[in-house]
Structure formats: C-alpha cells, structure tokens
C-alpha cells in the first residue's frame, strides 16, 4: 500500500461513507455519476458486507443491497469475498487504494460490481481528520476500565497479585472445561456413540456416574481430547466453534482409518477441506497449482470418503471477514493437517509429556513446547489463502509463534494439569503450574491491552499469568460494573 494511507484504518474508511465526505462527485470508471441516496445499515456484528440495506443510483438505475469497503482493491479477493455468498448482494465495492484502476470486482455467482477508489474523491486533509477523530472515538469507547483515571492510588504489587489470582482462577477454569468433556468422550466411548457431535443432553446416568481414574486410559480419547483443543485454538476469535466442530466430525476414529503413506498430510487436508465444505464447490478456474492441487485433493478424498459418514458443512459456516489472510481458516487447516500427523503418528502427547517431565529449566522447557506448535508453511498453501486465487506473497508460517503461545498456554498447560492429575504424577502437575506463572508469550490481544493501560501495566503484557488474569477480570469484573467486587476497584473507590 501506498505509505501516505498504510496507517489508515478501514474504521476511517467507515466513516468517510457515513458522512460521504466526498471533494467532488462519485463516479464510477467510466464515468457514470453515483449518488448515495442511503448508507445502509453497519454491520458491526455478524460477518459479510460492511454495509448492509444501501441505496444508491448510478446513472438512471437504483440498486438496492450491499456496500463492502476495503484498504485495498485486491482485499475483495485475499479476503475471500469473491468466493464468498454472503457478498453475492454487493451493490457497489470501494477501497482506499486501487493502483491499476480496475473498475470492477465479481461476486460468487459472476455479477460484475462497480469499484470505485475513495483516494481519487476525498482530499488527504480531509482523511487526516477524520482519522484523527475516528482514533479518538475509538480510543475513548474502548476505555472500559472505569478506575484508570485514578489507578495509581492502587499500589502495583497488589494490582499484580490480583491478576495473578485471576489468572490461576482463569486456568482452573480451563481445566474443569477440559476435564469435562474427557468424561464425555469417555462415556461416548463406552456406550459406543457413533455421533461424534450430540446433539441432545447426555443421560442422567452420565451425570450421575462417579469417574474414577481408571477410568481414563484410551488413547483415543486422549488424542480426540487434545485434536478438539488445537483446533479450537487455531480458529482464531471468529472460527473457533467452527474449528471445534470439524475437529469432532473429522474426528480421530476417521482420521486413524486413513493409510499412512507419503502424502497422508494431502489426505488429511482433503478430509479437512471437503468436510468442511470450502472444497465442495472449488472450481477449475484459478492458476495452474491451484488447478492441479484441487484436482490432486479430489483424487484423496475420492480415495478415503467411503470411511466417512458425517456431516458436511457448508462453505458460508466460516469466517473469512475481518481476518488477515493468515489467520483464514484454509490456513489454520493447513497447518492443522501438519499437527494432526504429530498427533496420530508421532505420539505428540508422550514426546510432550516426556518433554515436560525431563526438561528442568522451566525457560528451555517453554521453549520447547512453543517450538512443536510453530508449523512452518509448505505445499501448495505456501502460496495460497484461498483456493483458485495465489496469495500476493509467500507465506512463511501456517502457524506462527504468537499463536503457538496461545496454544501452549490455552491448551497445553490445562490438559496436562489434567493428565498429570490422572495418572498420579503429582510432580509433573505442580510443575505445569510453576511453568504456568513464569510462561511469555509472544501474543496480541486487544483486551489484554485495553486492561494493560487502564492500570498502568502495560511492561507486565507478556507474562501469561497476569496477562489470562487480564482477560478474567475484565470479563467477571470490568465489563460488568463489578468494580467494587475487585480488590483493585475496592483500593482506588474506597
């Protein structure tokens, strides 16, 4: 992008359709006037267009529909929208920066939509502020922390300590969360539930059943266990209850009757693919790799669907909006093929396990475990976000360290506390606690820093204790007005 608008936010964008602050009259490339005759709705919740419910005229005709805005005139196909039916609607598409002029962007179903450039009716002044005003909107609405203006009448030590008490309490939680759905694999186990998904409560005599340790020692359920984690991690905020949901219908029983062989990972992104959906309608169109990779997929599918008889989704189940490319589902999938072989076929949980129990200096040993979740790019998806479409640059990482960190902390540490607890390793356990206190992480997160700020502890972000603890107090406390519930609201309030 052009650096005069690289820090330009879509949000900006937003506002400028809102106000149609516009130097001259919008026109389309070639040279029919478009008047905005209603902005539409903003769709600030669900995924799709930016804009919903517009009515615009261009030349003598009215349209009636959709508005998506965009940075960059390539964001409508990086960011899937061309293949994407919620975008079908689309009445008119607009960016920021659009180099070569194209005049048009194309839905799923083939429509032509007008693009027009945002750069070529809006004086830069005008941009700079009405980004000056919008970062300051946002800076105020996001300022959630109602003692900010007054924390430093809170001593450090004890905002600290209570966010590290937020944080175990935030870890246990975890652990109760995963320790109830092991039972529930294992119950589903023993009574031979074909469904991988129930859709109904289970029975009394589930609720009723008092498990013993024992109880607990299929690997399978294991495996399934910890499948389920990662990939619900890998969903990122906007794919996680869809990652979750592949990863129980493309579950372990399936995957484990797949043949090793050398390109059990293709096979693995196959089943991925096609049960979730995003491969069913992939066409032939799109570069040379990306015809012989969707050719080479449906031969694998061809070859292990018959082990299959589950559910499939549809394509328009995932998220693509408001993602960077890197974090598309396509991607995460990738890089979960990768992972699941580790699991199936490299005994992940013992080398993690044996990890864990021999590796003493606590730093090494978070360095390790990072290392097996960090999955560098290969294949076909090296060069792909999308299918039919290569991406404008190579990508390095299916799955970077930022998010292994997020698995290791989210997932890792909270089913070992639970495994260990299991199997008696009472050593083990208390160290996944230690190394709990002490882990830094590398990852992003919006509220994390909202709370950092508020409280003056933004040096504190990258230990994963304070940082979970963070997360639980703004949501137990903070978004809910509990401030006088809070030690750190009771010493600033009081």
Known sequence: MNDKYSKIHETTLYEIWKRQSYNSTLKTSSGEEIKILDVGVHNQESAGPDFKNARIRIGNLTYVGDIEIDNE?????????????????????????????????????????????????????????????????????????????????????????????????RFEKKCKKIFERLKELQFIEELKIKEPVLGYELTSKFHERKFQHTDFGSKDIWN???????????????????????????????????????????????????????????????????????????????????????????ETYWHFFRLRPQNFPTVRMAGGARLLKELLHNNLISVMAKKITEIHNLTVLSSSLRSIFVVRADGFWKNHYILNQPSGSEIKYFVGAGRADEIVVNVVLPFFAIYFDIFANHDSSRKIIRLYNIYQ???????????????????????????????????????????LECDIGKAVFN
């Open 73 to 169: 005139y390539t964001d409508w196909k990086s960011h899937g929208h061309n293949i994407d039916n919620r975008y079908n609607k689309v009445i008119l598409h607009a960016s920021l920066v659009n180099p070569h002029n194209y005049g048009h962007v194309y839905t799923r179903d083939g429509r032509k939509v007008n693009s027009i450039c945002f750069s070529e009716f809006v004086e830069e002044s005008n941009l700079e502020n009405i980004k000056r005003e919008t970062n300051k909107e946002k800076r105020e609405s996001i300022s959630k922390i109602k003692c900010s203006e007054c924390i430093d009448q809170a001593d450090d030590n004890l905002k600290i300590e209570y966010l590290r008490k937020m944080g175990i309490a």
């Open 224 to 314: 399934q266990l910890l499948y389920e984690l990662i990939f619900e991690a890998l969903g990122y905020s906007k794919n996680k209850s869809q990652m979750l949901n592949l990863a129980r219908y493309a579950n372990i029983n399936f995957l484990g009757r797949i043949e090793k062989d050398g390109v059990l990972t293709e096979k693995y992104e196959a089943a991925l693919l096609f049960i979730s959906g995003i491969a069913h309608n992939s066409s032939s169109s799109g570069d040379l790799a990306a015809k012989k990779y969707i050719e080479k997929i449906s031969l694998h599918w061809n070859s292990i669907n018959t082990f299959y008889d589950g559910k499939y989704f549809e």
């Open 441 to 483: 992480q590398r990852a992003e997160n919006q509220i994390i820093n909202e709370v950092a700020r508020g409280l003056n502890l933004s040096s504190h972000t990258s230990t994963s204790v304070i940082a979970q603890g963070m997360i639980e107090l703004f949501r137990n406390y903070c978004s809910r007005n509990k401030c």
